[in-house]
């Protein structure tokens, strides 16, 4: 187990870590070890490419706060990933829009898509 310090006295946790990059860097970083999700190239052609429009005007918007939306459409299209699925449905902050930082599901969808 990696051990970094804080100070002489006080370790800091590998776990402690990450936990404080998520904290600084957002949703860019996944704490769990799974392999992240893949996503089938049929999602992203369904409804004339409907998951990857949703994801591009996110980002030029800036607002993520239509998440549930683009669950919605990847189940429509046949995902049932529930850590992709679960995951765009409880995106939400206190007060309904979400933080600016871009989720990994978006980086995920985003990469796949064809250009």
Request: hydrophobic share 40%.
């Amino acid at each position: 187990m990696l051990i970094l310090t804080r100070t002489p006295v006080e370790p800091l946790l590998i776990e402690d870590f990450l936990v404080t990059v998520v904290e600084i860097r957002g949703d860019k970083v996944r704490l769990n070890k799974e392999p992240c999700p893949v996503l089938d190239p049929a999602w992203l052609k369904w409804q004339d490419g409907i998951v990857s429009r949703l994801a591009m005007g996110m980002v030029e918007r800036g607002d993520y706060s239509p998440l549930p939306i683009l669950a919605d459409a990847l189940e429509e299209a046949g995902c049932a990933d529930e850590t992709i699925l679960c995951y765009c449905r409880s995106r939400r902050s206190s007060n309904g829009r979400m933080k600016r930082h871009r989720p990994w599901v978006i980086e995920l969808i985003l990469s796949a898509s064809p250009r």
